[in-house]
């Protein structure tokens, strides 16, 4: 079913090597003056950086390749693409400077350093351009300290999972406090929610975990086969969502259960027993909860009190911290589920330019359908 959607999405889009998702994601984000930002691990930062190279391709084929009397289906010239420059920078991170006294101990191997941020400029045969931004935040496990960096974001998506014991009683953050993946992922649901209640046109989105494919029964890393990796194709779990792939997303499941909806709004022709299961659910928290592990928690735990007035009287004018807001699933742990495009670790995957691009036309689908419905 979503195959069947995506090829119809693509059929509608004129048929020329520029006109890939990546570049349709890149003309979305400026025309609507979007950041797009990625907050996970390294399997993040290969999402990140599939991106760019799939842009620095297209750069490349337009400087070897002369287009300017290419037409479209229907015979009528194109608004063609000229040029375009992409250019990768680093934003440095101070952890002291944004909070204060108290923030030293934000460090070590898994903390931030730097925010990468990669532009990409278009220009076009009528003179016109354009420009768009992507950034990249290092999210290993969940660290809450790094939300305040992400206020001029327009898009988050988020991602939590490689870094928990996938066997463990509760599956256990391996680092900062051990807390389980299912009190991380409330807390980071908890964000998303509170940052497109906040301001308008802000755009929350959930990544599905990609598939492990160790030589064991189910997938999943263990120690001493991390070298050995399996070709077989993963089982899939069945849930109300649709088919979930491992541990790790069968436990995301479970967390928005306790906060969302059952996703009741369908894209165009879906069904609710369609594999593709459901894409976009509203989800009600309370802000200022200190029952996991929240942002607000953590600002209070270390007496940030100046970032903490932020939390106070509510967004309805009457004090009230519950709020609600919608947040787009982004499953794509189907497409990553063949073992054999993965590097030696069995975890992170190798730059197949095809199936990024089709990772990015579901995220297109998502973004789109979510500003049609508005």
Request: glycine share 6%; proline share 3%.
């Amino acid at each position: 079913k979503q195959h069947q959607e995506e090829q119809q999405h693509h059929q509608h889009q004129d048929h020329n090597p520029y006109n890939t998702p990546s570049m349709r994601l890149m003309q979305r984000l400026s025309k609507r003056n979007e950041t797009l930002c990625f907050a996970g691990d390294s399997i993040d930062a290969q999402i990140y950086d599939a991106l760019s190279n799939n842009l620095l391709r297209t750069q490349l084929l337009l400087l070897q390749n002369n287009i300017n009397n290419q037409t479209n289906n229907h015979g009528q010239q194109q608004q063609l693409l000229v040029r375009i420059t992409v250019d990768t920078r680093e934003r440095t991170v101070d952890y002291v400077k944004e909070y204060g006294e108290g923030a030293e101990w934000i460090k070590g191997w898994m903390v931030m350093t730097a925010i990468k941020e990669t532009s990409v400029t278009m220009e076009w045969r009528d003179g016109s351009s354009s420009t768009s931004r992507f950034r990249w935040y290092k999210t290993y496990g969940y660290p809450p300290w790094n939300f305040e960096f992400m206020s001029d974001c327009t898009i988050v998506s988020f991602n939590l999972g490689l870094h928990y014991d996938a066997r463990g009683y509760g599956m256990p953050n391996k680092y900062y406090g051990r807390h389980t993946l299912s009190e991380d992922v409330r807390g980071a649901i908890t964000f998303l929610v509170d940052f497109v209640a906040a301001k308008e046109n802000r755009i929350a989105v959930w990544r599905s975990v990609l598939p492990q494919h160790f030589s064991t029964f189910d997938g999943h890393y263990e120690k001493g086969k991390e070298v050995n990796c399996s070709s077989n194709p993963l089982k899939l779990i069945s849930s109300t969502r649709g088919p979930v792939i491992q541990n790790y997303n069968k436990a995301h499941e479970e967390a928005f259960s306790s906060f969302c909806d059952d996703g009741g709004n369908l894209l165009q022709n879906e069904t609710s027993s369609s594999a593709c299961g459901r894409r976009e659910q509203y989800c009600t928290v309370n802000r200022t909860s200190v029952d996991y592990p929240t942002a607000y928690k953590f600002l209070s735990d270390n007496n940030f009190t100046r970032h903490m007035e932020q939390f106070r009287g509510g967004y309805d004018g009457k004090g009230s911290n519950m709020v609600t807001g919608k947040i787009l699933r982004w499953n794509v742990a189907d497409l990553f589920n063949v073992g054999q495009w993965h590097i030696s670790d069995c975890s992170h995957y190798c730059y197949v330019p095809p199936l990024y691009e089709a990772a990015f036309e579901r995220l297109l689908l998502l973004l789109d359908h979510h500003s049609e419905t508005l």
